[in-house]
């Protein structure tokens, strides 16, 4: 890896992600570097390219306390950053640093004075350096290399100075670390102990040095960090020596490796010509990259042989940690003094140093002190190689590389998209075009086939309207044949009516023997009418009018010829005569009866047949009529329809150009939504990746608040602990400011109920960082309200019903504790169930991170006198003492704690006489494992431990059980030794104001 001169080949990059110098003969490609620096503007700031110092006060450790001879030696007035040293009292001297920190400095506000600006250099793309200078055992190691296991506020620079590069870190840059030592002049590798005695390269072109046999590892998150620095630590040598129990032997040093794209919108100096310029003789951009570097120095402490008391093999490495450090400070003094020769070879520490003093690297340096005037000359030295580093100056360089091998991977993508592109419209093209051919070669079928049919159509019209003219003529045929039948029934009528009329006549002739027969026939005549009656009611009988009319002319004629025989002989045979009168009248009756019915159906025959003949005239003119005008309106549809169709098929044609230019067009804007939506994928990726290193991904970073039933819990910070004093703890604003920071951005940003909207997502990774945050919010007090009001008690509890993902449910039992803080909150979870639900979670796994975020979420339930039944009948109590079994000391903590919880709110009911009987607690047998744990090496778990057993020896209905579990004793012991006064004394009152525990003493 590169720093600010040197380029990383392709051979010193090996596939795993440890990665050690292995030639490789042949490459693709090799990175050609146009390696650029250029000096950093720093024209505001005129002392920014010099070694800034900061002095940190180490604050009085356990040997101190005790010491009576004890006094201090250092003044600060972090004000006016100055530093007084005190010979006596009176003589001193005054020193002025970049920064003065007191002993109560926190962890946080030392990383930002000292350590953020070269940090925020080193991501710009400048090489930095951190070191910290000292004596032994006043703090160096801590300040830089501190974990914080159990406190996150105690971290060090190292880890902090990773969790801001690797935020700030893009997808595409990369960061690398080495984590190396120097002992007894060796340089080793922490990370692969098997590394030893790893010589140093120096570039003789641009004087960079290197370990090129270093494993180089790349950093994914800040969790594998921590497990790589753990190695680290465990493989780095420390002894214990007088001045300090845990001495580091070695020097340590931590090269973080950065590499990253340059912004393109950054301006470039004017100044740079030739190979500087960004783009070549073609015009295309040329990519630049930013390597930078990061030494963090944790040097091993300087001491005196006759203070430290090494001897044997600690002696040696003493000598070689003095060695190193007085070489380093020849080199600070020469620097300081514009020294023509800088004696960096004296030492394998200078060497790898020569960048970071008067070199190229912005430099910071914090020197470690102690406040005892018993090392006063030690304090001196430290405060002197301070001062001489602040005049030395370090020329600010900015490293940039053309990356053309990205640029010629660029470029190759390209080519091979716009080729794929180029054949894809091709393809496209003959598609469309084949497509066009064949609806084409369609429309000149179908057209075709119109024609046929249309040809086709017109022939068979014309055929059918031969037919109906030839019908028509048919027809006019048959009505003239029928006109001439009507005039020869016209005719026949007319010559029957004329014999009528001469018959008539003849029987007027008749006259003589008329009045003979006027009586005769008036009878005859009445008769008639009679016949006349019945033969209209029988009309309907004749069939054949012909026939009839035939027979009647026969009958008239032969009237006729008997009439005249009659006449003749009337006189011989008047009676013959009448009688056959007689008869011929009934006969003639009979006829005329026939005739008369005949002529009404002739009559009635003939209207109908004229009827019927205009009927049928009218009928043929309108059917000829309209007929014709049938076909003129068949033809003219026809020819309409042909027409029509014809435009129908110019247009669909019309219609296939332009809903083929519409293809086109909106082919080219689906292209550009393709392209847009391409740009929100990535940024939606881009937000997502961002929000999972914003989230925290383990736990352990999960804020969970433990509230000890109004109690103010005391300790000591991380930094004190380490020093072995008993000092006030910080406030938890000022341990998790930052982390609550960024938990608000992101709610800001996002919103509380897009954030509950996650918890339901299908996808584990998306759930796990939305209940990471859901459980940060509910930390704060002020979120609470909102989040119960979102839905977000409710999600949070069906996530513990329905999720089987360990991570997802150990997290959502922490958002659970944090919102049982609230008394209403409390209600509402044990009231839907959520006791319930963390009690079959605990009976389920045996995680003890799981197992913790229950038991602290059931010990805060615990708090609430009104819930204790609830909590019983749903099995959380007897849950709580099972979840001890994992023998874990953070789930015994908070099991302890909600017993107390529980025995002081049941206390508290029965002095009020709210509560009577034995407690709860002792059902489920609580209290013979209070008695059981009462020993625990746990300060805070064995208060709780005692606190409990107080309150519930306040229960009088609880003293027999007390004396037959051993409780009784186990009160007497916390009344004698408890570390507490308050609690020894709560201890002595019970035992003094409860009448069988006086009783029992007095027995023994």
């Keep these: 890896m590169a720093s600010s001169g040197r380029v990383l080949q392709k051979s010193e990059r090996p596939p795993s992600s440890v990665r050690s110098k292995v030639p490789i003969s042949n490459s693709r490609r090799s990175v050609t570097p146009t390696s650029r620096t250029r000096p950093q503007p720093l024209d505001t700031d005129p002392e920014s390219e010099r070694v800034r110092v900061a002095v940190r006060l180490r604050p009085r450790n356990s040997e101190e306390l005790l010491d009576a001879d004890y006094s201090d030696c250092v003044e600060l007035q972090p004000e006016l950053k100055r530093l007084n040293l005190r010979k006596n009292n009176w003589s001193s001297e005054s020193f002025k640093f970049d920064e003065v920190l007191s002993e109560s400095a926190s962890q946080k506000r030392v990383y930002e004075v000292v350590a953020k600006p070269v940090v925020e250099s080193v991501l710009d793309g400048y090489n930095g350096t951190i070191m910290a200078y000292g004596q032994t055992g006043t703090g160096k ?19 902090r100075a990773l969790e801001d590069i690797i935020t700030n870190a893009s997808v595409s840059d990369t960061v690398e670390i080495s984590y190396l030592q120097l002992y007894m002049e060796a340089v080793q590798d922490l990370l692969a102990p098997e590394k030893i005695n790893i010589p140093i390269v120096e570039d003789a072109k641009i004087g960079e040095v290197s370990v090129p046999g270093a494993a180089i590892i790349k950093i994914t998150n800040l969790d594998h960090f921590l497990q790589l620095l753990q190695i680290g630590e465990t493989n780095r040598h420390a002894a214990n020596t007088k001045m300090n129990t845990e001495s ?99 030492s ?55 990356d053309y091998e990205s640029l010629c991977r660029t470029l190759e993508n390209q080519v091979d998209h716009l080729n794929a592109e180029i054949d894809r419209q091709q393809k496209l093209r003959e598609k469309d075009n084949n497509e066009i051919e064949k609806k084409l070669k369609e429309f000149q079928k179908s057209s075709a086939e119109a024609e046929k049919s249309l040809v086709v159509r017109t022939e068979f019209l014309e055929k059918e309207n031969t037919q109906l003219k030839s019908d028509t003529k048919g027809l006019v045929k048959e009505l003239d044949s029928l006109k001439e039948q009507n005039s020869m029934l016209l005719n026949e009528i007319t010559r029957v009516q004329t014999s009528l009329k001469n018959s008539k006549l003849q029987q007027l002739e008749n006259s003589t023997y008329q009045k003979l027969l006027a009586d005769t026939t008036q009878m005859y005549e009445k008769k008639i009418a009679d016949l006349m009656k019945q033969l209209e009611n029988e009309c309907a009988r004749s069939d054949n009018a012909e026939e009839q009319l035939e027979r009647m002319k026969k009958q008239l004629s032969d009237a006729e010829k008997s009439l005249q025989m009659e006449n003749a002989g009337y006189q011989r045979a008047l009676a013959e005569t009448t009688r056959m009168y007689e008869e011929r009248i009934a006969e003639l009756n009979q006829q005329l009866e026939d005739e008369h019915a005949h002529f009404d159906g002739i009559e009635e025959q003939l209207h109908s047949t004229k009827k019927l003949l205009n009927d049928n005239q009218n009928a043929v003119k309108i059917y000829e009529e309209k007929e014709i005008l049938e076909l003129r309106m068949r033809l003219e549809e026809m020819h309409e329809a042909a027409v029509h169709e014809l435009q129908q098929l110019n247009m669909e044609y019309k219609n296939l150009q332009l809903e083929k230019e519409g293809l086109s067009d909106e082919l080219h804007t689906m292209r550009q939504n393709l392209q847009v939506e391409e740009k929100r994928r990535k940024q939606a990726e881009n937000e997502l990746l961002n929000i999972k290193k914003i989230v925290p991904e383990s736990e352990d970073a999960i804020e969970v608040k433990k509230p000890y039933m109004q109690e103010i819990s005391k300790g000591s910070s991380a930094f004190h602990k380490e020093q072995g004093l008993q000092v006030p703890s910080q406030s938890r604003d000022s341990i998790t400011g930052g982390h609550k920071s960024t938990i608000a951005k992101i709610c800001e940003e996002v919103g509380i109920p897009k954030i509950l909207s996650l918890l339901t997502s299908r996808d584990i990774d998306v ?38 993902n360990p991570t997802a449910l150990r997290v959502a039992s922490g958002a659970i504790a944090n919102l049982a803080m609230n008394e209403m909150n409390q209600g509402l979870i044990t009231s839907k169930g959520g006791a319930q639900l963390l009690a079959n979670i605990a009976s389920k796994t045996d995680d003890p991170q799981t197992l913790r975020m229950v038991a602290g979420a059931i010990a805060n339930l615990c708090g609430n006198e009104k819930l204790h039944v609830m909590l019983k009948e749903d099995g959380a109590i007897k849950a709580l003492l099972g979840m001890a079994r994992t023998g874990s000391a953070d789930v015994v903590a908070q099991v302890a704690r909600g017993l107390a919880n529980f025995a002081k709110c049941e206390s508290r009911r029965i002095i009020q006489g709210y509560w009577r009987g034995r407690s709860l607690l002792i059902e489920d047998g609580a209290l013979s494992w209070l008695v059981a744990n009462g020993n625990t090496t746990s300060t805070s778990t064995r208060r709780h431990i005692e606190l409990a057993i107080c309150h519930l020896a306040q229960n009088e209905d609880n003293a027999k059980y007390f004396v037959s579990s051993g409780g009784f004793k186990e009160l007497i012991e916390i009344s004698n030794s408890s570390t507490r006064d308050d609690i020894r004394s709560l201890a002595k009152k019970t035992i003094r104001l409860s009448p069988s525990f006086q009783t029992v003493m007095r027995a023994e």
């Design 141 to 159: 190691t801590y300040t830089l290399g501190s974990v914080g296991k159990d406190d996150a506020s105690g971290r060090g620079i190292m880890i």
């Design 248 to 346: 580091s032997r070695s020097h340590a040093i931590l090269m973080v490796y950065i590499r990253r794209s340059a912004h393109e919108k950054e301006e470039i100096d004017v100044s740079y010509q030739g190979n500087d310029s960004t783009t070549n003789r073609h015009g295309h951009h040329l990519p630049t990259i930013r390597k930078s570097k990061l030494l963090i120095v944790d040097l091993a402490g300087s001491e005196r042989i006759n203070k430290s008391g090494s001897e044997g093999h600690l002696l040696e490495e003493a000598k070689c940690i003095n060695l190193s450090l007085t070489s380093l400070g020849k080199c600070i003094n020469a620097l300081a003094e514009h020294s023509p020769h800088i004696p960096t070879r004296d």
């Design 348 to 402: 394998k520490l200078t060497r790898l140093l020569r960048d970071s003093f008067g070199g190229s690297a912005r430099t910071s340096l914090i020197v470690t002190i102690g406040p005892s005037s018993r090392h006063y000359a030690e304090t001196t030295s430290t405060i002197m190689f301070g001062q001489r580093a602040m005049k030395v100056v370090n020329t600010v360089k900015l490293k940039e590389e053309f």
């Design 767 to 804: 759930q796990i960082h939305a209940v990471k945050v859901v459980a940060n919010l509910a930390a704060e007090d002020i979120n609470q309200e909102k989040i119960v009001q979102e839905g977000g008690l409710d999600a949070l509890l069906a996530l513990l019903e329905s999720s089987q």
